[in-house]
């Protein structure tokens, strides 16, 4: 049938394709496609050849009628119900069979018309044209009582579908004329929509009865006009390699007509061949050696309000940016809190090594895995990149191959903007801190007060934020003129010590030269010049966002964030200067997440997420708790942890989990055979320059030797009594001997299970064995436990982490560090979690120690305070809060 209309589109100058769905697809999935082809201009007509099965009122009526050239929407059936036939796309193949008859002489007014096996918009067409020719029209199924008696009544038999085998062909009268359009070819016929001269020919046919009275005529389509000259064409192919045996040859040639192609009307059907499911036709081009980038363009997206439909959210609950991405809002936890939530899965990793292990793919992968491949709810939540990696050494975090998240360059640039409010907040705060400073130096005490309550209408009145600084001081009045000398200039100064100032301007670009400047050299800031420092990421800012659960959570955390000490030692918070409804402001699109889907259609949320060595490195709270709900209690929310699991998995628990009252039920541990030969003594790996033999050739010994890291992290994982699935990253290079040691070594170390994964080069389908592992082991129940109590002195919280995670012997405070954790503990911070800021290329404090190094001692050189985001932070060693997340892309 694709053939016969192939040739007969080629002869007419017209290009048809065939988006082909596995036999399998759903109402919704049929849908997607219809959709996408709607928002399409380039395509002008869509036909569809799905099984009877398939034909549904919500199907049909998803075509656009001005692309339905079938005539089978409810639009176009009404206006031919209506008689507006020159305003609607009519069935061709009905429209044919009138231009037929009337052209073979046959007088239709008063004439018994039976239409017989006809269903939908087929059967419908055909009444109404007939009706208005003067005939009298009935129309039966095959297998109708009376069938017989009908036949018999009948002068013209139009045949819908094949006849059965059952109905002899004697009960049709000599003398009627007979038309039969039930064969698949005539689908052809589809192309009259927009073509405005079809001829067809009558052929003639066997006589069904013995004799010639009968007039037999076989209705084909024979040429067709082609579409207005110079109209957008474009073609689409849907190939597998493996399943349609073609050769590199004929996909060369097929791809090359992809790119040059051209087409007019898409048939949408069923694929006959086993596929991975939504893949489409891009399985083949990893094969012929396209890259990640090339994989991603070549899937289109479903529309993201199908997505939404699919994963269960109501219209009013997302706002749509483009045709991809969505936000989602913060109302749906209201709606279905309580509705169960799902198994949590967290993705970490070994100690990460220039060479990547993988934790993004990993995290698509078994997702894939578990929706398209095991019929299981689940979701990925991601943190969102910063282009500071992109444009860097490392690049974007969308994942890769057949793991990925599409569009690739949406996820990796702007996204929907958070960062970039999140950047504005940042930077209108550290603007607020300099203009208090000036305004403070250069006024007084009166005058200072009069520009932050400002008379209005003759009225001078506290703003509510005033009001919450007045009380902080221990003054209680609410009227203006009520206060002091002395209490108006506790109230307007912050006395701000220019050198505790800690808050510092950030942009989310790789500019190095930013790291140490002077500001307020212009005349205008009257010698209030200091010399600052800029950070590549969002500063606290970026932090909060992850860990807030709420809008007022949010306002209340920015409100909390300590930019320096006042010159008596006290903190002074974003509060206090008055700004916390202008940073909320600025964020409070940011806090939605954000959603998108997976080369397989399977949702992910994309939101938030600092760096894992110098922040937490986690995403949302908020995503999380949404994508919970969503699943189901049976579904699945996989989420990932930045670089090895003795950093972000152990801020995912310390910090995100007490921050979300979420509990854990399983870790997925991401390893390579290439990393681990680097842990076990394997030479140096620089970036742009070819592997050494001893990653691309078998070595037991390097592996073996190397496993002594991924011991390490599934035991860390065990300090907090959470069950490890080790995630084998499977690369080409690897061999059979080499893969079996890992898992086996894994296992022996505690892993619940270990698995070889194949999602890079064959998506989903590559990690169903790890999806099954992980479901298993998320059926144990969980005995998750933090690492310490927060009511633990700063010291010995950092000391157990030193110890436990990393292996230390113990800490040496430098006196500034020490300093430091005397004034927060003494500003009453000293309950708050602890985020380790140190190289994530090491378990300890240097960058070149792989594997397990032992009897060290961290230093622990500075420590900061996030109050806002709710943690401390000591900087361990030489890492500085400057540099970004790999030392090759510190450029700011």
């Known amino acids: 049938m694709q053939e016969i209309n192939q040739n007969l589109a080629e002869e007419a100058g017209l290009n048809i394709t065939h988006i082909c769905l596995p036999p399998d697809s759903g109402e919704e999935e049929i849908i997607d496609e219809i959709l996408k082809i709607n928002e399409d201009t380039r395509v002008h007509g869509l036909a569809l050849q799905i099984s009877e099965s398939s034909f549904s009122s919500k199907v049909l009526n998803a075509l656009k009628p001005e692309k339905d050239v079938d005539g089978v929407t409810d639009v176009n059936l009404g206006k031919l119900v209506r008689g507006d036939a020159h305003e609607c796309f009519v069935s061709p193949v009905a429209r044919a069979v009138i231009e037929l008859l009337e052209k073979s002489g046959v007088n239709l007014d008063g004439k018994k018309i039976l239409v017989l096996g006809a269903h939908g918009s087929l059967e419908a067409a055909l009444q109404c044209l007939f009706q208005r020719k003067g005939s009298m029209t009935m129309s039966s199924p095959w297998k109708a009582p009376q069938l017989e008696s009908k036949l018999q009544e009948a002068d013209i038999l139009v045949l819908g579908s094949p006849k059965p085998e059952e109905i002899p062909l004697t009960w049709i009268q000599p003398g009627t004329t007979v038309l039969n359009c039930s064969h698949d070819f005539l689908s052809g016929g589809y192309l009259e929509g927009r073509v405005s001269n079809i001829k067809y020919k009558a052929s003639p046919v066997e006589s069904p009865t013995a004799g010639p009275e009968v007039t037999g005529l076989q209705l084909r389509p024979d040429t067709f006009t082609s579409l207005a000259e110079n109209e957008t064409i474009f073609t689409v192919l849907v190939l597998y390699k493996e399943r349609l045996a073609m050769n590199d040859d004929m996909l060369t040639r097929l791809y090359s007509t992809f790119l040059q192609g051209s087409l007019d009307v898409v048939l949408l059907?069923?694929?006959?061949?086993?596929?991975l499911r939504k893949a489409m036709w891009v399985s083949w081009l990893q094969l012929c050696g396209y890259s990640d980038i090339e994989i991603s363009r070549a899937q289109t997206p479903k529309a993201v309000d199908v997505l939404a439909k699919e994963i269960g959210l109501l219209a009013d609950e997302i706002e749509i940016y483009g045709k991809s991405k969505a936000k989602v809002r913060l109302s749906l936890l209201e709606r279905l809190k309580d509705q169960a939530d799902g198994k949590y899965v967290l993705v970490a990793g070994i100690t990460p090594t220039p060479l990547g292990e993988g934790k993004s793919t990993v995290t698509i992968g078994l997702v894939q895995a578990l929706t398209a491949h095991l019929n299981v709810n689940s979701f990925a939540c991601l943190r969102q990149p910063s282009q500071g990696p992109t444009f860097g050494v490392k690049g974007g975090a969308a994942g890769g191959g057949?793991?990925?998240?599409?569009?690739?360059?949406?996820?990796?640039?702007?996204?929907?903007?958070?960062?970039?409010?999140?950047?504005?907040?940042?930077?209108?705060?550290?603007?607020?801190?300099?203009?208090?400073?000036?305004?403070?130096?250069?006024?007084?005490?009166k005058a200072l007060f009069n520009r932050l309550v400002p008379l209005v209408n003759g009225v001078r009145e506290f703003s509510e934020i005033q009001l919450a600084r007045l009380k902080k001081l221990g003054i209680h009045k609410t009227d203006p003129s009520s206060l002091t000398e002395e209490e108006m200039s506790k109230f307007?100064?912050?006395?701000?010590?220019?050198?505790?100032?800690?808050?510092?301007?950030?942009?989310?670009?790789?500019?190095?030269?930013?790291?140490?400047?002077?500001?307020?050299q212009a005349s205008t800031e009257k010698g209030c010049s200091r010399q600052v420092g800029g950070t590549f990421f969002p500063g606290e800012t970026v932090g909060v966002l992850p860990l807030t659960a709420s809008l007022m959570d949010m306002k209340e955390r920015l409100g909390r964030m300590v930019v320096a000490s006042d010159k008596n030692g006290q903190p002074v918070t974003a509060e206090d200067l008055g700004v916390t409804g202008a940073l909320t402001v600025?964020?409070?699109?940011?806090?939605?997440?954000?959603?998108?889907?997976?080369?397989?259609?399977?949702?992910?949320?994309?939101?938030?997420?600092?760096?894992?060595?110098?922040?937490?490195?986690?995403?949302?709270?908020?995503?999380?708790?949404?994508?919970?709900?969503?699943?189901?209690?049976?579904?699945?929310?996989?989420?990932?942890?930045?670089?090895?699991?003795?950093?972000?998995?152990?801020?995912?628990?310390?910090?995100?989990?007490?921050?979300?009252?979420?509990?854990?039920?399983?870790?997925?541990?991401?390893?390579?055979?290439?990393?681990?030969?680097?842990?076990?003594?394997?030479?140096?790996?620089?970036?742009?320059?070819p592997l050494k033999k001893e990653y691309t050739e078998e070595n037991i010994q390097l592996v073996a030797d190397g496993c002594c890291n991924l011991q390490k992290q599934i035991q860390i994982a065990q300090l907090f009594g959470v069950p490890v699935v080790v995630a084998l990253n499977v690369f080409k290079t690897d061999t059979r001997a080499e893969i079996d040691l890992v898992c086996e070594l894994a296992k022996r170390a505690g892993a619940f299970d270990a698995v070889p994964c194949y999602h890079w080069s064959v998506g989903g389908k590559g990690s169903v064995d790890l999806a099954r592992a992980v479901r298993e082991a998320a059926s144990k129940r969980s005995r998750f436990q933090f690492l310490y109590d927060v009511q633990l002195p700063i010291v010995e919280k950092i000391r157990t982490i030193a110890q436990a995670v990393y292996g230390a012997k113990d800490i040496e405070l430098s006196p500034e560090a020490q300093s430091k954790i005397d004034r927060y503990t003494q500003q009453g911070f000293g309950n708050l979690p602890i985020c380790m800021a140190k190289t994530h290329l090491s378990l300890s404090h240097q960058p070149d120690k792989k594997g397990v190094p032992r009897d060290f001692v961290l230093p622990i050189t500075d420590v900061r305070a996030s109050i806002g985001a709710g943690f401390i932070y000591p900087l361990v060693g030489t890492v500085s809060e400057n540099l970004s997340p790999e030392p090759s892309q510190a450029m700011f």
């Open 492 to 520: 307007a100064r912050l006395n701000i010590d220019p050198s505790t100032i800690t808050w510092q301007r950030v942009l989310d670009t790789n500019d190095r030269f930013l790291r140490k400047i002077t500001i307020g």
């Open 402 to 445: 057949y793991a990925q998240v599409i569009p690739m360059e949406e996820f990796n640039l702007h996204l929907t903007g958070d960062i970039h409010a999140i950047t504005a907040a940042n930077n209108l705060l550290a603007a607020a801190i300099d203009t208090r400073i000036l305004h403070e130096s250069t006024q007084t005490d």
């Open 269 to 275: 059907g069923h694929r006959l061949v086993d596929s």
């Open 586 to 689: 600025l964020m409070k699109d940011a806090i939605k997440p954000n959603l998108m889907q997976t080369l397989e259609g399977t949702p992910v949320f994309v939101h938030a997420g600092p760096f894992a060595n110098i922040a937490h490195g986690n995403s949302s709270v908020l995503a999380d708790k949404i994508a919970l709900k969503l699943v189901g209690e049976e579904g699945f929310v996989v989420t990932e942890a930045g670089f090895g699991a003795d950093i972000g998995m152990e801020k995912f628990f310390n910090i995100k989990c007490r921050a979300s009252g979420l509990v854990p039920n399983v870790v997925v541990l991401v390893a390579t055979v290439r990393a681990l030969k680097m842990h076990g003594g394997g030479p140096s790996v620089t970036a742009g320059v």
